[in-house]
Nanobody
Framework: QVHLVESGGGLVQAGGSLRLSCAASGTIFRINTMGWYRQGPGKQRELVATITTGDRTNYTDAVKGRFTISRDNAKNTVYLQMNSLRPEDTAVYYC???????????????WGQGTQVTVSS
């Protein structure tokens, strides 16, 4: 199985920055797309950003120009650098990874446990 461990959430004032990390570990695998999603209070989970194996990125309009997604394939880790944070960015942030279990020959899609980001005004 593949496990994801997230870190980096916390409380920050508006205008501040945070960097989230999500590391994948477990069986022998190959990771394809990695992404970050968030779920604010009373809201549905929404896409924040994704990054492919070719480093092609995609962002929701609300975070374009403020957030940057990146990945370190050697460490099986995806990052989300969040700058100019706003109170409306307050949410639980989840990482998501899809890939292939090389030993089993099966695909997988897994979620991290979530990390709270709170932006005060």
């Amino acid at each position: 199985q593949v496990h994801l461990v997230e870190s980096g959430g916390g409380l920050v004032q508006a205008g501040g920055s945070l960097r989230l990390s999500c590391a994948a570990s477990g069986t022998i695998f190959r990771i394809n797309t990695m992404g970050w999603y968030r779920q604010g209070p009373g809201k549905q989970r929404e896409l924040v950003a994704t990054i492919t194996t070719g480093d092609r990125t995609n962002y929701t309009d609300a975070v374009k120009g403020r957030f940057t997604i990146s990945r370190d394939n050697a460490k099986n880790t995806v990052y989300l650098q969040m700058n100019s944070l706003r109170p409306e960015d307050t949410a639980v942030y989840y990482c998501n990874v899809d890939g292939r279990d090389i030993r089993k020959g099966t695909t997988f899609n897994v979620w991290g446990q979530g990390t709270q980001v709170t932006v005060s005004s």
